[in-house]
Nanobody, 126 residues
């Protein structure tokens, strides 16, 4: 059973930075497309960023482009989300997701992923 473990959330002032991490276990050696989504209270879960398993291309929501960066480690079993210039509207629970086959448009929708982390709270104060 694949599990995703997230870390790095917290409270930060507007303009600050946080880095989220997500590790896949067990380390099967398989490659996964990985994504980050977020969900604010009363809102639907929305796409933030993703990295494709085949070519490592990255994708971002317009709302975070230029401020957030998704990356993975050399073995591709940990993904990071570096969040800079944070805004109060970035406040949400952030979820890591993984799937062995998601590519293209499937990277941007929750249904494109089989595995999910438990979520980590990010709160940005004004």
């Amino acid at each position: 059973q694949v599990q995703l473990e997230e870390s790095g959330g917290g409270l930060v002032q507007a303009g600050g930075s946080l880095r989220l991490s997500c590790a896949i276990s067990p380390r099967t050696g398989g490659t996964y497309s990985m994504g980050w989504f977020r969900q604010a209270p009363g809102k639907e879960r929305e796409f933030v960023a993703a990295i494709a398993y085949d070519d490592g291309n990255t994708y971002y929501a317009d709302s975070v482009k230029g401020r957030f960066t998704i990356s993975s480690n050399s073995t591709k079993n940990t993904v990071y989300l570096q969040m800079n210039s944070l805004k109060p509207e970035d406040t949400a629970v952030y979820y890591c997701a993984a799937d062995q086959y998601a590519l293209g448009s499937r990277l941007r929708v929750p249904i494109g992923y089989d595995y999910w982390g438990q979520g980590t709270q990010v709160t940005v104060s004004s």
